[in-house]
């Protein structure tokens, strides 16, 4: 799946007419497909809204206008950092800074991809930066589903290769998630490319301050949770266990020919790497997040006017 996530539901997407999220506009219809959702500070909910920016889920109301947004992650009120993926119409992919409303590009992301391909596999195509996690000391640490690769960057423009990802029998890793353990490591989940076999995908688990890491190969990358399907997102409690967000069960592809059983959400230990299902049958979930006890996810995510943001475990 060398094109990443957007050519999954190109379907959905060709097919929607865009529409502006107004100001106080009902938070349960978005414009386009949605993305990654995170809690900022006192609370709100920021959604990435791909066709038109980063939305409060709340209110509906847009914070920030930002087309092909994959993902967001708030540093402080009115602060965060937000990906752009190439694959989105009219968009590039690009680390951005958002303060005030306003949009600044820190990386050229495809840039990077193009020159350097990390992964050794042929990047020309693009960069499809999926999900970020910010580090301690100010750095960020980014999931490339094109690149097949884990990426860090500074707010000066700086950017390095932390890990590449293999494949299994010819088939694409397709990293679309990375967060920060409590051990300091860094956890990435895989979706795999088409044709998304049953039990393919897996959480690397990469030891800290790592760079130009070879998974599979190096003794600094290790499989943490294996045997999972279609991985889309991945969020940590305080007690160490990892929740694991599934895209669709059956996989991804049949979410693209508009079929399945949804996807799950499963609580793992990433010592042991034991998981058990704590909710299934969401339809088109692309993301989860914790705002307090409570967990939080997209259903109809893929869908534009019927992606919503709902509690998953109140």
């Known amino acids: ?12 997407a060709a097919a929607a ?8 506009a009902d938070p349960g219809f978005y414009a386009a497909p949605m993305f990654g959702i995170d809690p900022a500070p006192g609370g709100q909910l920021l959604v990435a809204d791909a066709g038109q920016g ?7 109301e847009l914070v920030a206008a930002l087309p092909g947004v994959t993902d967001v992650a708030p540093i402080g009120r009115g602060d965060m950092l937000a990906l752009t993926s190439t694959f989105a119409p009219n968009a590039h ?3 951005y800074r958002v303060s005030r409303g306003g949009a600044r590009k820190l990386v050229d992301l495809q840039d990077y991809e193009v020159q350097n391909d990390p992964a050794g596999d042929g990047t020309g195509e693009g960069s499809d930066p999926y999900d970020l996690a910010r580090m301690q000391g100010g750095k960020t640490l980014i999931a490339d589903a094109a690149g097949n690769d884990l990426l860090v960057a500074d707010e000066k423009g700086t950017v390095d290769w932390v890990a590449s990802f293999p494949t299994q029998g010819g088939i694409q890793s397709v990293p679309t998630s990375v967060a920060i353990g409590p051990d300091g490591a860094y956890y990435v989940g895989e979706l795999t490319g088409f044709p998304a076999p049953l039990g393919l995908s897996r959480v690397w688990r990469v030891e800290p301050g790592s760079r130009h890491v070879r998974c599979g190969v190096s003794a600094a990358c290790s499989v943490a949770v294996s045997a999972r399907t ?3 997102d991945l969020a940590f409690v305080p007690d ?17 020919g508009g079929g399945g059983v949804g996807g799950s959400v499963h609580a793992c230990n990433v010592e042991t790497g034991a998981c058990q299902t704590v909710v299934s049958g969401i339809p088109m979930l692309t993301s989860i997040a914790f705002r307090g006890d409570s967990l939080w996810g997209t259903i109809l995510a893929l869908v534009p006017g019927q992606a919503d943001v709902v509690p998953l475990i109140p």
Do not use: C, H, N
């Open 54 to 60: 980063i939305v409060d889920a709340d209110t509906g």
């Open 240 to 256: 160490g266990k990892l929740y694991v967000a599934q895209l669709e069960d059956t996989g991804w592809p049949a979410v693209e």
């Open 1 to 12: 799946m060398r094109r990443g996530i957007y050519l999954a539901v190109a379907a959905f």
């Open 230 to 232: 279609s991985i889309i």
């Open 17 to 24: 007419v865009l529409v502006p999220v107004a100001a106080q």
């Open 93 to 95: 992919g690009a680390l």
